[in-house]
C-alpha cells in the first residue's frame, strides 16, 4: 500500500531556533495536508497543499509541495515552546474518495 | 468552524465485553467518516471508512466483524469493539470531510481493556 515516510522521527530544538520536518511519498499525491498533535490530543488541521511547488505561509509555518507532487515540508522559523507537538503529514491520493494517508510523523520538543 | 464530538473520551472495560463509541458532526451533514486507531507515540492508522446507508469499508488487516461500523445518520457514526482484549486498547479517533477535502478531528476516545 501506499506510505508516507517523515524524516525525522524526533527533533529538539533550543527555543529560537528553526526547525523543519520532510514528508515523502512514493507515489504523486493528488494533495497534501499537514497537522499538528499536542500531547494528550486529536490532530489539528494546518493546511492543504494542491499545486505542484506551491508555498503556502501561516505566521512563522512555511509549508511546500514539491515539484513532482511526491514530497512537501513544514518549516518553522524561530520555534516557541508553544510549538511543541507532533506535526503529521497526510497524503490523498486520486481515487481516494477523501480517504487520507499519515504520515509518521515528527514530534517537535522545544526547549526554553 | 466544523466540530465533530466523539462519546465516550475515556472507557475502561474487561476483556471481552464490547464497547461502543460514537461519532457525531455537530453543525454539518457527513456522509462519509473515518475510524482511524492510534497506539503511543504511533501514527494514526485508518481503520476504517464509514458510508452513510452502506457498509462500512474496511482497511486491509482490519477484522470487520470486531470492529462494528453503523453509519445510521448523516450526522452519526458508531465503533463498536466487540469482545475486546488488552491489545484493542489505543485511542480512537473518528474524522468527518469538510470543504476543500480538509478533514475535521474528534477529540478522540481512550480505551483501555483489563
Known amino acids: 500500500g501506499q506510505q508516507v515516510m517523515q524524516i525525522p522521527q524526533y527533533q529538539h530544538v533550543q527555543e529560537g531556533e528553526d526547525f523543519t520536518t520532510y514528508c515523502n511519498s512514493s507515489?504523486?499525491?493528488?494533495?497534501i495536508q499537514w497537522y499538528k498533535q499536542r500531547p494528550g490530543g486529536h490532530p489539528v488541521f494546518l493546511i492543504q497543499?494542491?499545486?505542484?511547488?506551491e508555498v503556502k505561509k501561516q505566521k512563522r509555518l512555511t509549508f511546500q509541495f514539491g515539484e513532482a507532487k511526491k514530497n512537501s515540508s513544514l518549516h518553522i522559523t524561530a520555534t516557541q515552546t508553544t510549538d511543541v507537538g507532533t506535526y503529521f503529514c497526510?497524503?490523498?491520493?486520486?481515487?481516494?474518495?477523501?480517504?487520507?494517508?499519515f504520515g509518521t510523523g515528527t514530534k517537535l520538543q522545544v526547549i526554553p | 468552524g466544523a466540530v465533530v464530538s466523539q462519546h465516550p473520551s475515556r472507557v475502561i472495560c474487561k476483556s471481552g465485553t464490547s464497547v461502543k463509541i460514537e461519532c457525531r458532526s455537530l453543525?454539518?451533514?457527513?456522509?462519509?467518516m473515518f475510524w482511524y486507531r492510534q497506539f503511543p507515540k504511533q501514527s494514526l492508522m485508518l481503520m476504517a471508512t464509514?458510508?452513510?446507508?452502506?457498509?462500512?469499508?474496511?482497511e486491509q488487516g482490519v477484522e470487520k466483524d470486531k470492529f462494528l461500523i453503523n453509519h445510521a445518520s448523516l450526522t452519526l457514526s458508531t465503533l463498536t469493539v466487540t469482545s475486546a482484549h488488552p491489545e484493542d486498547s489505543s485511542f480512537y479517533i473518528c474524522?468527518?470531510?469538510?470543504?476543500?477535502?480538509?478533514?475535521?478531528f474528534g477529540p478522540g476516545t481512550r480505551l483501555l481493556v483489563l
Open positions: 474524522s468527518a470531510p469538510g470543504q476543500k477535502e480538509t478533514q475535521y
Open positions: 507515489t504523486t499525491l493528488s494533495n
Open positions: 497543499l494542491v499545486k505542484s511547488g
Open positions: 497526510a497524503a490523498q491520493y486520486s481515487g481516494g474518495y477523501q480517504k487520507v494517508t
Open positions: 453543525d454539518f451533514q457527513a456522509t462519509t
Open positions: 464509514s458510508n452513510e446507508g452502506s457498509k462500512a469499508t474496511y
